[in-house]
Every structure is written in structure tokens, then in C-alpha cells.
């Protein structure tokens, strides 16, 4: 019998804690968006159990990409995965590899997984948009390597969403919830492997849970795994996933009712690897000043963190107070008429913002570049737009802006040469991490 199921996962933007998020004494607030990652798993038993499980992955908005994983075991009873036709995709290789070693499946199946991409992740430009009663999705006429990239987190999406797809196969009457630490561990030892690095995994936690107040696990609980090819791979897999003691913090979060968060991409390409090696030296080299700045920006992050809850909390319990303050927002009245609780958001900005500026100047790493200053000043001076900084590792790439929801960002900039570098993403915040879909939804693109 055939077996098909669909799941979805976020995109993220870290909004308070880049670079600090990379050490666990840290907290980060991570949102969840609404561009997301899909898959469709179809899997079956093979009537001849002789036969090797195969794996075909399909991601056909990106030139009809597909990649035919053989799955077989190695001297030590091991999976290997190889994709028979030579064919690189390191984030699918790693996730097929980690959850067949997790299960140590004795039977033989065919798997099929179509990838799908909501847009937000890639640059639309030379696609062409398919539809039907239920999705949109963009089409590229380029392998996904070559479609340039907008920074939310497409890996960590496509890694999350595939864990679970796969999971589902193994896992009898399979429901979300009681698997989402399963799935979560699985997908960020796959996620670091496929990047050769370690990161904080704030992409993969907010892909799994939605957005969330963040705090790291130790990476060291992924290095010190044995090597792919070892007797003792398999074991110590599932002794991590199972049974280690990993130690993050993913507290579910929403920004306050009535403001969004808009996502201005303004260059393609991250340096974040670049970009955390610059900082990492200069933090070591200015010790003890540097940890000073740091301590500066954890109480700027605080901070941010502390005026939402009053938002949210204001919002509750004296919602007619609430909405004036938005709407005086809205009209831009005098900021010092502005209710205190918003007036700390823009208070808590200006302090991490400042001091990733002092760090700008004195690493060489472009965190805050003068040209993202200016263009974060003019947004903010804008209409219904509380604050703005530059996401996650900062740099070139992205400004995100915290505005109300009457906010009309593309009219307020529309023709205004201020704004000519940016493209406003059509995506919000969403609460929600791993969504399981109807399968039906993903068929018939016109
Ligand atoms: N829709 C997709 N289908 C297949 N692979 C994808 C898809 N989206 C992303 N990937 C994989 O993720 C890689 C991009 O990951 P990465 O460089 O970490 O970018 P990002 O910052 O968007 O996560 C691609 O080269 C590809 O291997
Ligand atoms: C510096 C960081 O704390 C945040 C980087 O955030 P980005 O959102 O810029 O990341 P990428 O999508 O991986 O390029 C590094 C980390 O937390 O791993």
C-alpha cells in the first residue's frame, strides 16, 4: 500500500542575538515566517525484501532538480546513501543518511519526496509562477545552486521538512507533536554535517518549533560524533538523539497583535561564515572590552525581548490604550507621545544596534555597514514603522523592519530613490513551526 503524506516548515529571521546566540549563555528572539519549506513523502514496502530501499527526491521548481538515493549498509550493518547518478546535494544526503541509521530500518522501501519552495526563499526574477485552488509556487529555470538565495533559511527548511517526511515513514500512526524533539535533534546533526560547520541552529529550531525565544545546545554534542563510516556511528546516533541531555530553550513567542514584521532583501550572497570569523577574532583580541560590548547588546536583546511581552501584555489587558498607541504609530505623531512600551522596543534596538555598530568599526566585520544604517534610518522615519535592524549575521543582505499591520511599505517607498535597493518581501511572522499539509494540495500546478 502506498503511503502519502505532506508536511511544511518555516523560514526564520533572527532578530535579537546574532552572534551572540553562537554561546549558550546567550538568548536569541527568532521569527518564524511564512515563506515555507514543503514535502510530499509517497512510500511503500517492497514486495522483494532483497532489494535495496531507494530514495528519489524531486525538486522540479528548480529546473526539474531530482537526485535517486540507493540505500545500502556497510561492513558494520551501517547505511551508506549514494546518489546513483553522481548528483550533490549534501543537505538531502545528510538527512537520508541520519534518519535510516536513527531507525536502522530492517525492511525495504520505496520512498518518493517532492520538494516544493515557497517564494520568499529565492529570488523571483526569470520564473515563472504555477498554481492551483490551493498553493503557488515560483518555477526556475536554473538548478537550485544557481537561483540566487534571499537568506531564511532554505537548508534548515529543506532539512527540517525532509527529517519529518522520512520520520513519518518509519514511525507507525506518526502524529507531529510527540516527535518534534526526535525530529528537531535528527535535523540539526544533519543540518551541521551537510554545512561542515557547527552554527547556534537557531534556523533549524525555528523551522521546527515556529518562533521562539532560543537558547543553543552544546555543539560539541555533534562534533564529538565518530566518523560516518565507523562501527560505532549508528549507536552513538541514537544514543545522542535519545538520550543525551541537549539543553536548548525553544519558549514559543508572537510579535504583539497588530504589528508585522516585513523582511526588505537587498542583496543577494551571505558572508555569515566570513562575518563570525571577524568577530570572533576581534572578541578575543579585546578581552575584556569586548565582553563588556557583548553584555551591552545581551541587555539591548533583554530589553527587546521584555517591551514585547509589555506589548503583548498592554494589548491583553487594556486593548482600547493599545490600539491609540498603534495608531498614533500609524501617523508618526511626535515619538515622545508614544506609549512607554514602545518607546523601549526603539530604546532596546538603539543599544544593540549601536554597539554592533561600535563592533562594525572596530572588527572589519560589516555587521551594520554605513549604507544599511541609512537605509534602516529612512524606514524607520516612515509611517507605521516602529524599528528595524539587520537580521541575523547582519552584512549586505536584509533589513527587517517591526511595523503596524495597516503599514503599506510599497506605497510609503514606491518610486522613492531612498528605497530603489530594496525588494519588500511578501511574507509575516508565523507562529507555527512543522505543519503537516494535505498531499492533495500539491498536485496539478497550471
Ligand atoms: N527547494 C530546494 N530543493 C532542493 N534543495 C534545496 C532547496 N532549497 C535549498 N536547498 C539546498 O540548500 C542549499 C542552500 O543552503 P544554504 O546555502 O545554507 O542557504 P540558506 O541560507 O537559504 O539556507 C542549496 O544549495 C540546496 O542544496
Ligand atoms: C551570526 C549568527 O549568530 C547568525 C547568522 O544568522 P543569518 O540569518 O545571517 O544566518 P545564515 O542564514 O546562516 O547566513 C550565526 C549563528 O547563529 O549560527
Not at 525492511?107 to 529570488?123: A, L, P, Q, T, V
Not at 525532509?162 to 515513514?169: G, R
Not at 493599545?322 to 522596543?345: G, M, P, Q, R
Not at 543582505?397 to 525588494?423: H, W
Amino acid at each position: 500500500m502506498v503511503v502519502k503524506r505532506a508536511f511544511s516548515a518555516p523560514g526564520k529571521a533572527l532578530l535579537a542575538g546574532g552572534y551572540l546566540v553562537l554561546d549558550s549563555k546567550y538568548e536569541a528572539y527568532v521569527v518564524a515566517l511564512s515563506s515555507r519549506m514543503h514535502s510530499v513523502v509517497s512510500f511503500e514496502e517492497t514486495t522483494d525484501p532483497n532489494t535495496s530501499t531507494m530514495i528519489n527526491v524531486k525538486s522540479v521548481q528548480f529546473n526539474n532538480d531530482q537526485w535517486a538515493f540507493k540505500v545500502d549498509k556497510n561492513e558494520h550493518n551501517n547505511y551508506t546513501i549514494k546518489e546513483i547518478n553522481g548528483l550533490q546535494n549534501p543537505f538531502i544526503e545528510k538527512t537520508l543518511f541520519n534518519v535510516l541509521n536513527y531507525f536502522g530500518v530492517n525492511k525495504s522501501y520505496k520512498i518518493s519526496i517532492e520538494i516544493f519552495s515557497d517564494s520568499g526563499y529565492h529570488s523571483q526574477e526569470k520564473s515563472v509562477l504555477k498554481m492551483n485552488s490551493y498553493k503557488q509556487f515560483h518555477y526556475h529555470s536554473e538548478t537550485v545552486t544557481k537561483v540566487p538565495k534571499t537568506g531564511l533559511g532554505s537548508s534548515a527548511g529543506l532539512v527540517t521538512v525532509l527529517t519529518t517526511a522520512l520520520v513519518s515513514c518509519f514511525i507507525e500512526q506518526f502524529q507531529l507533536e510527540p516527535f518534534l524533539k526526535i525530529i528537531h535533534n535528527l535535523s540539526q546533526v544533519s543540518h551541521c554535517q551537510a554545512q561542515g560547520k557547527v552554527g547556534s541552529g537557531f534556523d533549524v529550531a525555528a523551522a521546527t518549533f515556529g518562533s521562539i525565544i532560543y537558547r543553543r545546545f552544546q555543539p560539541e554534542l555533534i562534533n564529538d560524533l565518530p566518523k560516518y563510516d565507523s562501527l560505532e556511528y549508528k549507536r552513538k546516533l541514537q544514543k545522542l538523539i535519545d538520550s543525551k541531555y541537549w539543553g536548548y530553550k525553544s519558549e514559543n513567542v508572537k510579535l504583539p497583535k497588530g504589528l508585522r514584521l516585513i523582511m526588505g532583501d537587498v542583496n543577494n550572497g551571505s558572508e555569515t561564515v566570513k562575518l563570525v570569523s571577524r568577530v570572533k577574532q576581534w572578541y578575543n583580541k579585546n578581552l575584556p572590552e569586548s565582553l563588556e560590548i557583548y553584555t551591552k547588546i545581551n541587555e539591548g536583546n533583554m530589553a527587546f525581548i521584555k517591551s514585547l511581552e509589555d506589548l503583548n501584555e498592554l494589548a491583553a489587558i487594556n486593548p482600547d490604550k493599545y490600539d491609540k498607541i498603534l495608531a498614533a504609530l500609524d501617523n508618526k505623531e511626535a515619538i515622545t507621545s508614544l506609549d512607554s512600551s514602545l518607546l523601549s522596543v526603539q530604546k532596546a534596538v538603539n543599544q544593540i544596534r549601536s554597539n554592533f555598530k561600535y563592533i562594525t568599526k572596530k572588527s572589519g566585520a560589516d555587521i551594520e555597514p554605513d549604507v544599511q544604517t541609512t537605509l534602516l534610518d529612512n524606514s524607520i522615519a516612515l509611517n507605521g514603522v516602529l524599528t528595524g535592524l539587520v537580521p541575523g549575521a547582519g552584512g549586505y543582505d536584509a533589513i527587517a523592519l517591526i511595523t503596524t499591520e495597516k503599514c503599506d511599505i510599497q506605497e510609503e517607498t514606491k518610486n522613492n530613490k531612498k528605497f530603489e535597493r530594496v525588494s519588500w518581501l511578501d511574507l509575516h511572522q508565523e507562529d507555527y513551526g512543522i505543519v503537516e499539509e494535505c498531499p492533495t494540495h500539491y498536485i496539478n500546478f497550471n
